[in-house]
């Protein structure tokens, strides 16, 4: 049986897409569809993306819940005469149900696509709509068991390839770069103290949605007591940056979420430009790309390092492996053909 190719399965189609902006990839995605020749209309899933409007759907969504509906209204009007072959929403953060039961009724033939690549326990609305989609997918291996649905790890652009391929001058020796919440913090402070301490240079970067989320958190979340706030950035970096800053550093940090177990963006990330990674998510293990050689585990509460692990060199993965880990696999994936399940052993 031949398979079917992204290009196949896009050309000439008309995509609505919705996602909030984050740090570009929405951009990023919505070129990969164009490439492959498809026409995308995209919506940013909030009314406004605004300091204000992160913020207040963030802590009191309750009470912006009118200028949502408002908001999905409009595009309602403005996409009735529009024939659309594929509706992808991205997260689901604020989407409401009456917009996609309405939209279904308007263009019965659109296909309904879903993903995720944040853990419902974190935003619990997704799981109020998933009934309106056809496929659903989610980066969190727990909550596709608990859900019933597709489980499909996330995925590195293009621009990591590059990197892969044209290794420069080093300039530090680890690099964080994450949104402040929880205890990343501490965490990477202690990474940072112990670079230093070894003589291992370090860049961080910590981002921050806005002063009312920092100043509201602060308040009521005891964890953000410790963030200095001189060290944050209210605006994020582009993929551009993120990009260089890869290109010049040796090892990546991450931090996961406590209340998340899906793999991040810089796991594959890492991958993709060849770089080896330090992470307190031990759920990496359980993936079939894991090798102790490129990552490397620490305790979020009892944090040992080893110089060692800074000085060994990278280990490739699979040239398959490299593929599905990439964009074009994770939208083959998505778009295409569900793959088999390559990445945890003995998962359903």
């Not at 919506?43 to 913020?55: A, I, L, V």
Request: glycine share 4%; proline share 2%; aromatic share 16%.
């Amino acid at each position: 049986m031949v398979k079917m190719t992204l290009t196949e399965k896009l050309k000439n189609k008309r995509i609505i897409f919705f996602s909030v902006q984050t740090f570009g990839l929405e951009k990023e995605i919505i070129g990969k569809l164009k490439q492959f020749g498809a026409t995308v209309d995209y919506y940013d899933e909030r009314p406004s993306n605004s300091t204000f409007t992160k913020g207040i759907i963030r802590l009191k969504r309750n009470i912006y819940q009118h200028r949502i509906d408002g908001y999905y209204r409009n595009i309602l009007k403005e996409t009735t005469a529009i024939n659309y072959d594929i509706l992808f929403v991205n997260r689901g953060e604020v989407i409401p149900a009456f917009f996609l039961e309405q939209f279904k009724q308007i263009h019965p033939e659109c296909e309904m696509i879903f993903y995720t690549w944040d853990s419902f326990t974190n935003h619990t609305h997704p799981t109020t709509i998933l009934s309106y989609f056809d496929k659903k997918f989610t980066f969190d291996s727990e909550d596709a068991l608990k859900y019933n649905i597709n489980f499909r790890p996330l995925f590195f652009l293009d621009g990591y390839r590059n990197i892969k391929n044209n290794s420069g001058i080093l300039k530090y020796d680890l690099l964080f770069l994450g949104t402040a919440h929880s205890d990343r913090y501490r965490i990477s402070s202690e990474v940072i103290k112990w670079c230093d301490d070894h003589g291992l240079k370090s860049f961080y970067y910590y981002f921050m949605h806005g002063k009312l989320v920092y100043f509201y958190k602060r308040k009521f979340d005891k964890t953000f007591k410790e963030f200095d706030y001189k060290k944050l950035s209210f605006t994020s970096l582009t993929t551009l940056e993120i990009l260089d800053l890869y290109k010049v550093s040796n090892v990546i940090l991450d931090i996961n979420h406590p209340g998340q177990k899906g793999l991040t963006m810089r796991t594959f990330e890492s991958v993709g430009a060849g770089k080896k990674m330090i992470t307190t998510n031990a759920e990496v293990k359980k993936y079939s790309f894991y090798n102790p050689q490129n990552i490397y585990i620490i305790d979020r509460a009892n944090m040992h390092l080893d110089r060692s692990f800074f000085e060994s060199d990278y280990e490739d993965v699979s040239a398959e492996m490299y593929e599905r880990m990439s964009i074009d696999g994770w939208l083959n994936c998505v778009f295409v053909e569900n793959e088999p399940n390559i990445w945890i052993s003995g998962m359903n």
